[in-house]
């Protein structure tokens, strides 16, 4: 399970550097650091730039939180570990922590100053918390040893989506993922044999989906169509609240930005909460489960419940993306019904027509933060050569996703990366007897992800590509401004927005359930009011304007 968040566009490096000079302390790296940098560049490369490949002068290791994904357990013998030592002169030395407790361990060992030195993994907004502290670096002030990364930025225009960044002090302590496009991933998966039974066409619209699970309940009267997962979340509604609620203007679930949203008209932060719009989209889902239409046991239900009712033939409908469709939901249900056919319908449209992403939505992946104590190290200017290498060349972004040439992978006459006939991921060689994750470690979420949208799609099987192209044809909405917090306005800001986030999503989903009748909606709101609401947005918007005027 993945939470991605991806964002919008930009200008180019020189004006990215000017931003960053513009701040307190917010020189780049080389001019900033100047001979300071002379005493930490033992193993780093004189020539390193765009287009070569990184690689040590001496043998180095680097510490790393390494993000154990239960699909693809740590194995020490995978070929990625010998190949990129063979290839960077680097070993990397990982500090193993599970999935499930990933985020937690990280921040405790943040906290007691026992973080590696290399800490990926962390999505955009996550390293505010550890800002104050001065436990992370602000890597903003080092890309200049970082070619690749710079280079990517200016390519694709990404300035507005890394300015999103930026604390109060203009600086941004993460490296991110680049996107070259937006990458959408969540919709609804709808069972496409039941559609063409019905005499149904996919649906394309909310309107379409309600009429669509209309006619599978009467098909199917003893049937929930709809029986969602990932209710069990750190922000109730998970993708389904994200991709509804940004088709409202909205967004909630895993769309959850601080709780707010940019209207652009208004040229300010909103309260996504306290929004009409908001209302809207919860009296769709209510007017759903009143029908009988959505199984009320989706905010609440574990997985694999959810999975077993869709292979069962209780329900017809889930949320899904691309490898979660593949791996988890077609294998059961083909089990159970080998005429099944399961398929992402297209985000469904609602009011504010064909969009692909609100303005929460950047093209920015998760990242990497650096430890602090990395800047002290003779080897600091060689792991940043590294890190700029790895995650961010060409070169380095092929290798951790698809791996060996001849190994795990070969190229066509047309230039097209097509697995070796023995190695599967995706499905891509159904029955194959190694797995390009499981068996070589490459595809990791650790060290894969970000990069060009041929190569992001290289690993897409034709369907996801037609789906792909299909939604970026729609626009996506002007990404939200930077609206950075100082230490003191972060605190005040974790005090106010904890308990708002809690009874929202409290009441959301008893205003969902029939628990709670929209005729007290007025009433919610002042609620919402009384634990300090526009306080909450004040602060946001006071950030916002004093950005505006300190950068322009």
Not at 476 to 482: L, Y
Request: hydrophobic share 40%; net charge negative; proline share 6%.
């Amino acid at each position: 399970m993945y939470e991605i968040n991806r964002r919008q566009a930009m200008v180019a490096a020189g004006a990215f550097l000017a931003l960053a000079a513009c701040s307190t302390n917010g020189d780049s790296g080389e001019k900033k650091n100047g001979d300071a940098l002379a005493a930490n560049r033992k193993g780093a490369m004189a020539d390193y730039g765009v287009g070569k490949t990184f690689k040590a002068t001496a043998p180095l290791s680097f510490t790393i939180l390494y993000n154990n994904h239960p699909f693809y357990p740590i194995k020490n013998d995978w070929l990625f570990w010998s190949e990129l030592t063979k290839r960077t002169n680097v070993t990397l030395q990982p500090n193993v922590v599970p999935l499930s407790d990933y985020e937690n361990k990280r921040s405790l060992l943040i906290g007691a100053g026992d973080a590696p030195m290399i800490i990926p993994k962390t999505y955009p907004g996550a390293e505010a918390a550890f800002v104050a502290s001065g436990a992370i670096l602000p890597v903003s002030d080092y890309i200049d040893l970082m070619p690749n990364f710079k280079e990517k930025i200016a390519k694709w225009n990404l300035q507005p989506d890394i300015d999103t960044l930026r604390q109060a002090d203009g600086r941004f302590y993460l490296l991110p993922g680049l996107h070259e496009d937006y990458w959408v991933e969540y919709t609804m998966a709808m069972r496409a044999d039941v559609l063409e039974k019905l005499k149904l066409e996919i649906p394309q619209t909310w309107d379409e989906v309600h009429n669509a699970l209309r006619a599978i309940k009467k098909e199917y009267p003893d049937s929930y169509p709809f029986s969602d997962r990932w209710g069990k979340v750190s922000t109730p509604g998970g993708p389904l609240m994200n991709y509804l609620g940004t088709s409202y203007g909205a967004p909630w679930g895993w769309g959850y930005v601080g709780g707010t949203t940019w209207d652009a008209a208004a040229q300010k932060f909103v309260y996504v909460g306290a929004l009409d719009q908001f209302k809207q989209a919860l009296q769709f889902l209510n007017t759903l489960v009143t029908e009988k239409l959505v199984d009320p046991e989706s905010f609440t239900q574990t997985d694999e419940q959810a999975i077993q009712k869709l292979a069962s033939g209780k329900s017809f409908a889930i949320s899904t993306n691309a490898q979660t469709l593949v791996n988890e939901y077609r294998p059961p249900l083909k089990k159970a019904d080998p005429k099944a056919r399961l398929v992402k319908i297209p985000v469904p449209i609602g009011p504010l027509g064909p969009i692909k992403v609100g303005p929460n939505t950047t093209r920015l992946e998760n990242g990497i933060m650096i430890s602090k104590k990395a800047r002290d190290s003779e080897n600091f200017v060689a792991m940043m050569q590294f890190i700029d290498w790895l995650w961010y060349s060409d070169e380095g972004q092929v290798f951790a996703k698809w791996g060996v040439e001849g190994t795990t992978y070969n190229k066509g006459a047309s230039g097209k990366f097509e697995l070796a006939k023995d190695v599967d991921f995706v499905a891509l060689n159904p029955g194959a007897p190694k797995h390009l994750q499981k068996d070589f470690g490459f595809s990791n979420g650790v060290f894969a992800y970000g990069g060009s949208t041929e190569l992001l799609q290289s690993t897409f099987s034709e369907e996801e590509i037609e789906w792909q192209n299909m939604i970026n044809a729609r626009k996506a909405m002007p990404v939200a401004p930077p609206h950075p917090l100082t230490d003191e306005e972060r605190e005040q800001a974790t005090l106010l927005e904890t308990p708002l986030k809690d009874h929202v999503s409290q009441n959301m989903l008893n205003f969902i359930l029939g628990k709670r009748s929209f005729d007290e909606w007025d009433a919610y709101v002042k609620e919402l009011e009384a634990k300090n609401m526009s306080s909450y947005i004040n602060l946001v918007n006071g950030a916002y304007e004093r950005y505006k005027k300190e950068h322009g």
